[in-house]
């Protein structure tokens, strides 16, 4: 069953792979960089790390070695843990500002 999954990945040439994980991680800094809502944000960098894993998983794959997918695990764990504290984090600034707009949060300044 693996070894299939391996040969259905490997027909597909790695520029592929490499191109799908360049537009979403664009798609990802585009967002970052355009978009206001503090939610959008965390769901941009949430697409960079998923384009990442992608190329993690692909090289992994096409070289043969499982440590690229091993490292692709710590990256999901981090993801989590970085979702976890950014929604806290987002439903503090909703309380205080009753936004999610970042242009908002210079009011919590000095």
Do not use: C
Not at 28 to 38: C, K, P, S, T, Y
Not at 46 to 58: D, W
Not at 70 to 99: D, K, Q
């Amino acid at each position: 069953m693996g070894n299939n999954i391996t040969q259905t990945i490997q027909t597909v040439p790695l520029n592929h792979y490499i191109l799908l994980s360049a537009i979403i991680f664009s798609i990802g800094v585009v967002g970052v960089l355009i978009r206001r809502n503090a939610i959008v944000v965390f769901m941009s960098v949430e697409l960079m790390l998923n384009a990442v894993n992608l190329l993690l998983t692909a090289f992994s794959v096409y070289k043969g070695d499982a440590s690229g997918q091993v490292f692709v695990f710590f990256v999901m764990a981090l993801a989590a843990a970085e979702v976890a504290v950014g929604l806290a984090i987002i439903v503090m600034i909703y309380r205080n500002t009753h936004s999610t707009d970042i242009n908002v949060l210079s009011r919590l300044k000095w």
